[in-house]
Nanobody, 129 residues
Framework: VQLQASGGGSVQIGGSLGLSCAGS????????MGWGRQAPGKERVFVAA????????YYSDSVKGRFTISRDNAKNTVYLQMNSLKPDDTAVYYC???????????????????????WGKGTQVTVSS
């Protein structure tokens, strides 16, 4: 399984950025794709997920209302639109995927990255004043 993320970069406080991630090697029907992030000196955490069937979305409290996750099943691609960015959003963002929606829900509620099956190389997002 390969997850290739693109996007990211630097933006000022309150700005917007978009990330995308193309998955290859398998499809994730019945499972999820999503995004985690790791800020400097902190553990990696899951922040947003979308189920491949039905398109249900889930977010951590830290990004709810500001980030929007979406997917294109035909392209096996997931997107993350990030608005109203804050300095606390500065992190390396990782595309992730797996077969168990229950696992990612636990990760979101416990603010961890535990149990994630696959993740790709990260992409840096920097929010500054």
């Amino acid at each position: 399984v390969q997850l290739q993320a693109s996007g990211g970069g630097s933006v000022q406080i309150g700005g917007s950025l978009g990330l995308s991630c193309a998955g290859s090697g398998r499809t994730f029907s019945g499972g999820y794709m999503g995004w985690g992030r790791q800020a400097p000196g902190k553990e990696r955490v899951f922040v947003a997920a979308i189920t491949w069937s039905g398109g249900r979305t889930y977010y951590s409290d830290s990004v709810k209302g500001r980030f929007t996750i979406s997917r294109d099943n035909a392209k096996n691609t997931v997107y993350l639109q990030m608005n109203s960015l804050k300095p606390d959003d500065t992190a390396v963002y990782y595309c992730a995927a797996g077969g168990s929606v229950a696992t990612v829900l636990r990760a979101l509620t416990t603010e961890t990255f535990d149990g994630v099956d696959y993740w790709g190389k990260g992409t840096q997002v920097t929010v500054s004043s």
